[in-house]
């Protein structure tokens, strides 16, 4: 857009002679302001950098540089009052330390100011002088490690439209949350939100936040979006602040503590009519949802109120013309049916219901024609897996059934497993944990060539697998397979051609004989990638027997093993020593003998043992994670010995005395095994050298053989 500046009529000449003089004295000098370069160098002494890269190395004190060309600054637009002058300063990123020294605010026209992600840790904001930075509308100051009071001047910045803090924390993990440095109580977030009048968004967290609810005023505020995160409240934030933000579209209210409860103030939240998403998600809260109110807002996109473990209600009747696109309750205790008039949601796109108190039939999917993922899991739904009407799926990606009372008699025959074959973007599918009848044929995964996670476990079904192995070249890589109590009676073929296994579960089926080759993977093909993806590995209570492989050794990020209640033979192979990822292995009750590798000692994230009801004997390592086992690690072991057993391993009586003691019985007994030795040695070479001797060795061994003679045809 062209610049007009007024000008006299007859002075055009006289104009563009003053602009040519100005503009040569500006090149000669740069485009920045001396003072404002200046100002920038001292904010960098003040600096300390981490590594190379960040050093702003740009940043020249010569009075040939152009602040304006340095890292991170950008200057104003030549067509505005303020060409030559700082606007922007953009620090994120750099993992700057050190101090903050006040020569940032001689930057006064600065609109853009971010130091985001940096680690000024333990350091505490400049009390004063933010209010001399009055152009600004963006401040990040997040993540920085900045502790202590948030300065009040921040509050007077007219024209700040956007403001992120979070500052420094420690983490608490026996009740696994943050206690934060920084603390906005001097003046409160209501304060703070009121005086910053010109205020669209605000970000805060890790804050330790007060808010008053001495301001009865009625004023309103153009907020629009609240996210506050790990923040600890004192004071009523719902009743006293969220009802005058009328124009808020994005609440967001995670991880939280307060120190009144939320539920009792929830009044005035169906009056939020431009709500797109409310967010109070692992925040504490206690009591009955307002499902009638809040659902009434019909704007709303999303809400999510996962992780409120005490937190109760129920969903109302939904009517045609719900915006809603993600419901999230996922740990909550809401219960009772879910109302046959959710599928009115045509727009969901996620739904968690997960591990709440939800019984009934188990809703329909196919008006959620924008649906992605689905999970209904650890409730107790009943009913059967619809047979038709999800053929327009075409978004769905995840599907979580699992843990409910699902039945579906031979609903997994026929139609199913061509309703399963089309839903071509399937990531993960689990249907473990219900009453499902009926057989399956593997063969379905054909053309699901997304798909990742496959659980089917504790069911009622009976999984098959047409065809021979080479069939299933070109299905899909799982990450995670269960097929846990599926009537398998030989390992599925198809693994033979899996390259990115993560997660294996086929315990309690029927499978016998020896583990083949080719499951620690003996396919070079497969063998090298398995190595590096091999993470969890069951299964358990089968009939495989045979020695456990030495090549279970090259699993090297294996952290799970659980080979129990099979018939595996001989001893605990040495090399499992090295699976230094191991964090359970369970070996009980096979038929394993020999001693402990002492190595296993040596896996320092070994949290679970089970070597119980084998036939190992001798002792017990005694260091390293082995000193925290308990005695059931081993109990059905009569040949063990050493703590935690009652049974102590006893040492040869040699080894019981003191050194000395041993050195003198060594030699006593070297002493007269030497002397029979060489008193043998003289004998015999008396016997057989001399002529005399060797008269005598004749004779009597002559006599002795005769004798033996007799004595033999006597018998």
């Excluded at 309703?419 to 995964?445: A, E, F, I, P, W």
């Excluded at 002792?619 to 059905?636: A, M, R």
């Excluded at 050194?659 to 095994?673: M, Q």
């Amino acid at each position: 857009m062209p610049c007009y500046y007024p000008r006299s009529r007859g002075s055009y000449d006289l104009l563009v002679a003053a602009i040519i003089i100005v503009v040569a004295s500006k090149l000669a000098d740069g485009l920045c302001r001396h003072d404002e370069r200046d100002a920038l160098l001292r904010l960098k002494k003040g600096f300390v950098f981490d590594h190379a890269l960040s050093e702003l190395s740009s940043w020249q004190a010569s009075s040939e540089s152009d602040c304006c060309t340095w890292q991170g600054i950008a200057c104003g637009d030549a067509c505005t009052p303020d060409a030559q002058v700082v606007v922007s300063l953009d620090l994120a990123d750099l993992t700057i330390s050190g101090n903050l020294s006040s020569d940032l605010f001689a930057l006064t026209s600065l609109r853009f100011l971010s130091l985001a992600n940096n680690d000024f840790l333990g350091i505490q904001l400049p009390s004063d002088g933010f209010e001399r930075l009055g152009s600004l509308t963006y401040l990040n100051l997040s993540y920085c490690g900045f502790v202590g009071q948030v300065p009040s001047s921040i509050a007077r910045l007219p024209n700040l439209e956007t403001l992120h803090l979070a500052g420094a924390f420690t983490w608490d993990t026996v009740h696994n949350q943050a206690t934060p440095f920084l603390e906005l109580k001097e003046h409160t977030l209501d304060t703070l939100i009121t005086n910053l009048s010109s205020l669209q968004r605000l970000y805060i967290d890790y804050v330790n936040i007060s808010v008053s609810d001495a301001n009865n005023s009625s004023s309103r505020h153009s907020l629009r979006e609240l996210k506050l995160s790990y923040c600890w409240f004192s004071g009523p934030i719902a009743s006293s602040l969220v009802p005058k933000l009328r124009s808020l579209s994005k609440l967001i209210l995670e991880n939280c503590i307060f120190s009144h409860p939320m539920m009792n103030s929830f009044t005035g939240f169906e009056k939020l009519s431009s709500l797109l998403i409310l967010s109070l998600s692992n925040s504490g809260l206690m009591g009955t949802f307002p499902s009638s109110r809040i659902f009434s807002i019909k704007t709303l996109k999303v809400l999510d109120l996962s992780g409120n473990t005490m937190l109760h209600g129920e969903l109302p009747e939904f009517t045609p013309g719900s915006d809603l696109q993600s419901l999230l309750l996922s740990g909550t205790m809401f219960s009772r049916n879910i109302p046959e008039s959710i599928t009115n949601l045509h727009n969901l796109v996620k739904l968690d219901l997960s591990s709440c108190r939800f019984y009934g039939a188990l809703p329909s999917f196919a008006q959620w024609t924008m649906i992605q993922e689905v999970d209904l899991s650890n409730n107790n739904l009943v009913g059967s897996l619809p047979s038709d009407g999800y053929s327009a799926l075409h978004n769905l990606t995840r599907i979580n059934l699992s843990n409910n009372s699902l039945s579906g008699e031979n609903n997994l025959q026929g139609q199913i497993p061509e309703l399963l074959s089309k839903l071509s973007g399937l990531t993960r599918l689990d249907l473990s944990s219900n009453n499902l009848t009926g057989t399956m044929d593997l063969s379905l995964l054909k053309n699901l060539t997304n798909l990742s996670l496959l659980q089917l476990s504790c069911n009622r079904l009976s999984v098959l697998q047409k065809g021979d192995a080479r069939s299933y070249v070109g299905y899909p890589n799982i990450v995670s397979l269960g097929l846990a109590s599926c009537n398998l009676t030989k390992l599925p073929a198809f693994l033979m051609y899996q390259n990115e296994v993560e997660s294996l579960d086929l315990s309690d089926n029927s499978i016998a004989g020896p583990i083949p080759d080719w499951i620690w993977k003996g396919l070079d093909l497969t063998l090298v990638r398995i190595l590096y993806t091999f993470k969890s590995f069951d299964v358990s209570n089968n009939s495989f027997d045979g020695t456990i492989p030495s090549e279970i050794g090259d699993l090297k990020l294996l952290k799970v093993l659980n080979l129990s209640r099979n018939a595996f033979v001989d001893r605990i192979p040495s090399q499992m020593s090295s699976m230094v990822q191991q964090e359970s292995l369970d070996l009980s009750h096979n038929y394993l003998s020999g001693e402990i590798p002492s190595g296993l000692a040596s896996l320092t994230f070994l949290e679970v043992l089970d070597l119980s009801y084998n036939y190992l004997y001798g002792p017990v390592p005694q260091s390293g994670q082995f000193l925290t086992f308990p005695n059931t690690s081993y109990e059905g072991n009569s040949g063990l010995c050493g703590s935690p057993l009652s049974r102590q391993c006893h040492r040869p009586e040699s080894r019981i005395r003191d050194d000395g003691d041993n050195d003198s019985a060594n030699w006593d007994v070297l002493s007269v095994e030497l002397g029979v030795a060489c008193g043998l040695a003289a004998i015999t070479g008396y016997l057989l050298l001399s002529s005399r001797g060797r008269w005598w060795f004749t004779t009597h061994i002559d006599s002795l053989l005769l004798h033996v003679h007799h004595c033999y045809h006597r018998f």
